[in-house]
């Protein structure tokens, strides 16, 4: 399976403090893409990653993929409380859609 | 633009009855995905459908079928509905240039109850 794997499953934080989620994968992927999921509501877009690049930043978000080691980790610098939420990993592969993994839940403490 | 419109929101079934979810994708968009969120199995794949085809399918019961009209709005239907199909069904479209490996945009959801 092409899933990614997140890890931690939770996390919690202060505001202020960064917030790092992993994602771990078992095959070769197209790219690896970060979603963001309020709670009950629709996922949201973050940042998308090829498998061609190493790092990738937009804003506080800060991306890194590693294809030798199949894993990828979010960075959220200075994190407020609205970025509590749930944050997927979504891999691209060979199947022509996204397969998501479990999540991590995120919350950051006022 | 408008986002991508799920209806209903929220709906309550009872076991064996059936149900269809609307989507409407963004304007410009071909491409509508379908999947199904529960706390035990987290997001999975239904199906894709782009042009009036299916272009890709998950691994569902016979039970989950889906369509799409000529102006790309789609629509999913489950029929004899149980308990483990209580979910939160979420539709993405992709723009024209993401069609294999682009970011998905991504509905409200319909939350289904089946009691």
């Known amino acids: 399976s092409q899933q990614g794997e997140e890890d931690p499953q939770a996390l919690s934080i202060q505001e202020g403090e960064n917030a790092t989620m992993n994602c771990s994968y078992k095959?070769?992927?197209?790219?690896l893409q970060w979603y963001r999921q309020n709670s009950g509501r629709g996922l949201v877009h973050l940042i998308l990653i090829r498998s061609n690049e190493r790092e990738k930043h937009s804003g506080r978000l800060r991306v890194t993929l590693d294809t030798s080691k199949k894993s990828s980790s979010l960075l959220i610098t200075a994190s407020r409380a609205a970025d509590t939420a749930s944050y997927f990993c979504a891999i691209s592969g060979s199947a022509r859609q996204l397969t998501f993994g479990s999540g991590t839940q995120l919350t950051v403490l006022p | 633009k408008a986002g991508v419109t799920q209806t209903p929101r929220y709906l309550i079934k009872t076991r064996g009855q059936q149900v269809t979810l609307s989507c409407s994708p963004i304007?410009?968009?071909?491409?509508v995905s379908w999947y199904q969120q529960t706390p035990g199995q987290g997001l999975q794949f239904l199906f894709e459908y782009f042009s009036e085809t299916q272009r890709n399918k998950g691994n569902f019961p016979g039970r989950f079928s889906g369509r799409q009209f000529s102006n790309s709005r789609s629509e999913m239907n489950v029929s004899t509905l149980e308990l483990g199909d209580s979910a939160l069904y979420l539709c993405a479209s992709k723009a024209p240039t993401g069609l294999d490996t682009g970011e998905l945009f991504f509905g409200e959801g319909s939350r289904l109850t089946v009691l």
């Open positions: 304007s410009g968009h071909r491409s």
């Open positions: 095959t070769s992927i197209n790219n």
